[in-house]
């Protein structure tokens, strides 16, 4: 059985060209801006591109469990003169001491995890590492988006590389599934969003999810 691990190592060279720039070319730059300096930890961070708006005054750490992601992101920050500090590690067991960074941002992550159990740890873990008062960002698909209003919470979303066709798991979560997780975990919703480039009213549709919390608590 080929592992979510297996096939994001697969993935990783195509995902290199095709995901090349940031989908979140204008949220991530608004909260360098909010943000403005700190140790930033990138959760998931496959190639490297959400590090980019973060390259000037953060000191910059990413965690992915592909081997070849990680990879991919090491030729990213030479490319664009990034310092990174990168580990391969499970986003369930971050290997980071209690309280280690001042913010965090996590990609289109958390919708690879599977079983509710795996998600809530690691949204604990992310609670865990960051310092109170901290904040993160995180974005997931949106089980409400019209492509899937036919399908089951979980999918199997195809990827074609090198002639033939990889499977990457999703689990799609709808605003308040997520909401209520990361609340769980020790977070205050700060706010509660669809990507920029969705220009409906009702949000409850958009392709992504994205959330800035703040660790609440000692």
């Avoid at 873990?125 to 399908?151: C, D, H, M, Y």
Wanted: aromatic residues 16%.
């Amino acid at each position: 059985m080929t592992t979510t691990k297996d096939t994001f190592n697969q993935v990783a060279p195509g995902w290199y060209n095709f995901r090349h720039w940031s989908r979140f070319g204008n949220e991530l730059p608004t909260l360098a801006g909010r943000w403005q300096k700190g140790k930033l930890l990138n959760i998931g961070c496959a190639h490297g591109p959400d590090f980019l708006p973060f390259k000037q005054s953060f000191d910059l750490y990413g965690v992915d469990f592909s081997t070849e992601m990680l990879r991919f992101a090491r030729k990213y920050a030479q490319k664009f003169n990034l310092v990174l500090n990168l580990s391969m590690a499970d986003v369930g067991y971050l290997p980071y001491g209690d309280e280690t960074f001042d913010w965090a941002i996590s990609v289109a992550t958390y919708h690879h995890i599977r079983s509710k159990e795996n998600r809530q740890a690691a949204l604990n873990e992310l609670r865990r590492v960051l310092k109170p008062g901290g904040e993160a960002f995180i974005t997931v698909w949106n089980r409400w988006q019209p492509r899937f209003w036919f399908s089951s919470k979980e999918v199997d979303v195809p990827w074609r590389t090198k002639g033939k066709t990889l499977h990457r798991y999703y689990y799609l979560f709808s605003y308040r599934e997520l909401e209520r997780l990361v609340e769980k975990a020790g977070f205050e919703v700060l706010k509660s969003f669809p990507e920029s480039s969705y220009h409906f009213p009702l949000k409850a549709f958009s392709r992504n999810i994205c959330l800035l919390v703040k660790r609440i608590g000692v």
